[in-house]
């Protein structure tokens, strides 16, 4: 009898024990619930600040700012064609690519060139005019190193590249130099030998196609195009003028440029 009475209150225990559980989970549900709640109003809090902020007007000034810097109206660049590359892109260049033309053209990222043109101006600008040669044996580039050459005071050879002349002491026009500026790495090759062969730093023009061994500074953008060189040797005259302080008129862009005022930007 004794017996029956015990199984009978272990039972009643466990049935306690049981509908007690359901209960105890019951308040942890409802209390991670209520800290769920709790969590979710905070960061609708947060959207809602997010959604106050205007991000165009953040985003806008920069923008603006970003235009004001630049040498040149990007239209200019356009239309100068300073950001057609070639159809080949070596490992050396590909960092200054933006895309492909539908016809296989590389493009530059034009913002980068401006960026890469004040580098170059300002390094450029280191070295006195009298210990600067350049360098420019691809015909387009002529009139623009002509007048860079006059507006600047800094030597220059076109059509071809005296060998040796800053290397052999022995020649009657050797001469020295502490920057040699060439225009295409590949045409001006002997010029780039001579300048690595004693130690020289090269400042030089690098389109897609070329490759940049032996050049200290590279300035980015389109060597084969009289127009694009033309606004190259523009902006260097006008910054180098600037920046050496000289007493010199910086010559106007048409004086780089033929018919610049009718050209059109390419489509």
Request: charged share 35%; with cysteine; proline share 5%.
């Amino acid at each position: 009898m004794a017996k029956a009475k015990k199984t009978e209150v272990s039972k009643t225990e466990e049935k306690e024990v049981a509908e007690a559980k359901p209960v105890s989970e019951l308040e942890d549900k409802k209390a991670k619930l209520a800290k769920l709640l709790e969590k979710a109003k905070k960061l609708e809090k947060t959207v809602e600040d997010i959604k106050d902020i205007d991000l165009k007007k953040k985003v806008k000034p920069e923008e603006e700012e970003e235009k004001k810097v630049m040498l040149v109206p990007i239209e200019d660049y356009l239309k100068a064609s300073i950001h057609l590359g070639t159809r080949v892109i070596t490992p050396d260049m590909r960092s200054y690519v933006y895309r492909r033309r539908a016809d296989g053209l590389a493009v530059f990222n034009t913002s980068l060139l401006d960026e890469k043109i004040k580098e170059g101006a300002e390094y450029l600008a280191k070295f006195a005019p009298e210990n600067i040669i350049l360098v420019g044996k691809r015909e387009s580039c002529w009139k623009a190193v002509n007048r860079f050459a006059e507006a600047t005071g800094i030597r220059v050879f076109t059509k071809k590249y005296p060998a040796g002349i800053i290397t052999n002491t022995n020649l009657e026009n050797f001469t020295e130099a502490e920057l040699i500026f060439i225009c295409d790495p590949w045409l001006d090759k002997n010029a780039l030998q001579d300048a690595n062969r004693i130690n020289v730093p090269v400042l030089s023009i690098c389109d897609t196609n070329n490759f940049t061994q032996g050049i200290a500074k590279i300035v980015p953008g389109n060597n084969k195009s009289a127009k694009s060189m033309g606004m190259i040797f523009y902006l260097l005259t006008k910054l180098y003028i600037e920046m050496r302080k000289m007493d010199v008129p910086i010559p106007p862009i048409q004086e780089f440029v033929e018919d610049w005022d009718t050209l059109q930007p390419p489509k």
